[in-house]
C-alpha cells in the first residue's frame, strides 16, 4: 500500500504544492493520478519515490517510510516525465547500473524482453528519439521486477501499438504478481480501462478519491423532459437545460435514480453511464476550475 | 475474440461480460470448455484485471461459469439458461407485437418490420 498522509510541501515560496495531501494506494491497485494542471502531480509522486522529503505529514509504502530509504525504494519502479538521468548511458550500460542498485533485477526477463523493444543496447540513449526512451526506461524498469510501479505520465509520446505492448506488460504484472500501480495520466478514457482506483487533485489537495466501480455504480447522468417537479430526494450535482430537455448529473445508484424518476412521470428519460472525464469536470467545476463559455 | 468498444459509454466490465454471454449462448465457448485467465485476458486487452475479475464474478453468479480454484473458469451447462433467455426474448417481441397492433400496425406491416430485421443481421 501506498500512502500519503496530510503531506504539505513548499518549495521557497508561500505557495503551497502539496497542501495536506492525502492518497492511498491500496496494495495490488491501478491508481490513476489525475488533476488540473500544476495540481501536484509529479510533486507527489517525487515524495512517492522518495526524491523530495515532504516538509510535513508522512510518506509510506508497506508502513515504511520512503525518504532516504533504500530497501523500500529498491521495489520501487519509477518511470518519470522527464527521462533526462536516462540519457548519459547505454541501454547495456544501464542494465549493469539497474542490476547493482535492485536486487531482484532479473536478466531471464531483461533478455526476453528484448524482443518486445528491440532497441540497440550499444546506443547512446541521447541519441534515441524521445518515444524510443520511454521503450528503454519500460525495458530497464520492467526488468527490475518491481513491487511499486510509479508512472508519471508514460505513455505520452508512444505510438499506440507500444502504449498497448506497455499497458499488457504491467497488467500482466498486476494479475499475475499484484504489483500496485500509480499512473499519473490525462488520458482519462485510457485510464479507464487500466485502473481500478482514481485520485483527482486540484490545487494540492486530494478531491476525489474512489475506486472506479464506486464511481461508475454511484454517478449517473440523465437527460429527460417533464412536466412535473423532480422528486426532493434526488441529489443533483449538476443541471443544464437545452431547450425542454433537462440533463442533470446525480448521485446515486442507476436503479435506484430511476426509480425515483419514474414518479415525475417523464415524457422522455435516458439513464447514461457517466465517464471519467464527465466526473473529472463536474467535479472541478465544483471548485470553479470549468469550462467558461466564453466567445471571442 | 472479445472486442471493447471504446465509444460504447458501457463500463468495460459490463462489455466484457456480454461478450462472453454471447460467445458462450452461440455455442463458440461450450460448456465445459475453459475461458482464458484473469491474467491471459488482462494482458490480451490491455484492461485492468480487477475489470475482467468483476465480469468473472457477475458471470458466475448469473450461473454462465463455474470456477474452480487453482484450475480457472469453465462454462457452466448453459442450456437451460439459454432456453429461459430465449423464451424472455419471445415474450418480450410478443408484447412489442401487441403493442404495434393497438398503435394499428397491420400484420402486412409487421411481417415487413420482420423481414427488415432479418436483413439488417446478416
Known amino acids: 500500500m501506498i500512502e500519503l498522509s496530510h503531506v504539505t510541501k513548499t518549495f521557497g515560496g508561500a505557495k503551497r504544492a502539496l497542501d495536506e495531501l492525502s492518497l492511498t494506494v491500496p496494495q495490488g491497485a491501478v491508481y490513476g493520478l489525475v488533476g488540473s494542471n500544476g495540481a501536484g502531480k509529479t510533486t507527489a509522486i517525487r515524495h512517492i519515490t522518495g526524491i523530495y522529503r515532504q516538509d510535513s505529514g508522512s510518506v509510506t509504502i508497506g508502513g515504511l517510510p520512503v525518504y532516504e530509504n533504500p530497501s523500500v525504494k529498491s521495489r520501487i519502479g519509477y518511470i518519470p516525465d522527464d527521462l533526462g538521468v536516462f540519457s548519459g548511458g547505454t541501454i547495456k550500460e544501464l542494465a549493469a547500473f539497474f542490476r547493482a542498485m535492485y536486487p531482484r533485477f532479473d536478466l531471464q526477463r531483461y533478455a526476453a524482453l528484448r524482443d518486445v523493444f528491440r532497441l540497440d543496447e550499444a546506443t547512446p540513449l541521447r541519441r534515441f528519439s524521445k518515444g524510443m526512451q520511454k521503450h528503454a526506461a519500460f525495458w530497464l524498469t520492467l526488468s527490475m521486477r518491481p513491487d511499486y510501479l510509479v508512472l508519471d505520465e508514460p505513455v505520452d509520446g508512444l505510438d499506440p501499438v507500444m502504449r498497448r505492448q506497455i499497458w499488457s506488460l504491467a497488467l500482466e504484472d498486476v494479475a499475475g504478481y499484484g504489483t500496485t500501480v500509480l499512473v499519473s495520466s490525462h488520458n482519462l478514457r485510457e485510464l479507464e480501462d487500466i485502473c481500478d482506483h482514481v485520485g483527482i487533485m486540484h490545487k494540492g489537495r486530494m478531491l476525489l478519491e474512489r475506486s472506479l466501480a464506486e464511481l461508475q455504480d454511484n454517478f449517473v447522468k440523465v437527460q429527460l423532459v417533464t412536466e412535473h417537479p423532480l422528486p426532493q430526494s434526488l441529489h443533483v450535482l449538476h443541471e443544464s437545460t437545452l431547450g425542454r430537455v433537462q440533463t442533470l448529473i446525480l448521485r446515486g445508484e442507476p436503479q435506484t435514480v430511476a426509480n425515483e424518476l419514474a414518479a415525475s412521470a417523464p415524457m422522455f428519460c435516458d439513464l447514461l453511464p457517466l465517464s471519467l472525464e464527465e466526473i473529472f469536470i463536474y467535479e472541478l467545476g465544483g471548485t470553479g476550475y470549468d469550462v467558461k463559455n466564453f466567445v471571442l | ?122
Open chain 2, 1 to 122: 475474440m472479445i472486442a471493447i468498444n471504446y465509444r460504447d459509454p458501457k463500463p468495460i466490465y459490463e462489455q466484457i461480460q456480454a461478450e462472453l454471454r454471447r460467445l458462450m449462448l452461440t455455442g463458440a465457448l461450450p460448456p465445459g470448455s475453459r475461458l482464458p485467465s484473469v491474467r491471459e485476458l488482462a494482458g490480451q486487452l490491455a484492461i485492468n484485471p480487477n475489470t475482467i475479475q468483476r465480469a468473472y464474478r457477475e458471470l458466475e453468479s448469473d450461473g454462465y461459469i463455474l470456477s474452480v480454484a487453482g484450475k480457472g473458469s469453465f462454462v457452466a451447462q448453459i442450456d437451460q439458461l439459454a432456453e429461459q433467455q430465449k423464451k424472455q426474448a419471445v415474450e418480450a417481441f410478443r408484447a412489442a407485437a401487441q403493442r404495434l397492433r393497438a398503435l394499428g400496425l397491420g400484420e402486412e406491416e409487421l411481417a415487413a418490420l420482420l423481414a427488415q430485421e432479418e436483413q439488417t443481421d446478416d
